[in-house]
């Protein structure tokens, strides 16, 4: 299913050019416009799933595998120090497209960039409280 109104419903099937790094049946995988870092790149799958939630099981599979090899290829070409995969859903956790996307982020030792979040400190009865409340 495509979303007539997503663009990147558009870009992953070639309507809106990109810079494409890859591209199959499922998936295209495209620089981004505003990089984290050189060589930030997007996969997209070809058909419109809003984040995670809604991604069928075969095609998370498939996301990883690829983010994988594009990894390696974009480590080796780009001669970068280290890479972050990132991948958000929902705007509280800075989702801005509602389409599916997995960030390939190379990362190099002077690139100033800050992914992360500020660690808490909870104590082990939190935490126990926490565990319970997932699992059970
Ligand atoms: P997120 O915040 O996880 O939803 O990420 C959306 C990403 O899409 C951002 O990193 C944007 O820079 C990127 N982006 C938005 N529009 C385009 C576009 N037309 N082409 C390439 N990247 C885009
Ligand atoms: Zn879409």
Known sequence: MKDANCIFCKIANGDIPAK??????EFRV?????????GHALILPKEHYANLYELPDEKAAAVMKLAKKM???????????GFNLVQNNGETAGQTVFHFHMHLIPRYKDDNQKIGWNPGEP???ELEEIRKQIVE
């Open 30 to 38: 495209i620089l981004d416009l505003g990089p984290a870092a050189r």
């Open 71 to 81: 990894a390696v290829q974009m480590t080796e070409k780009l001669n970068c120090d």
């Open 123 to 125: 104590t082990q009865e």
């Open 20 to 25: 494409t790094l890859y591209e199959d049946d």
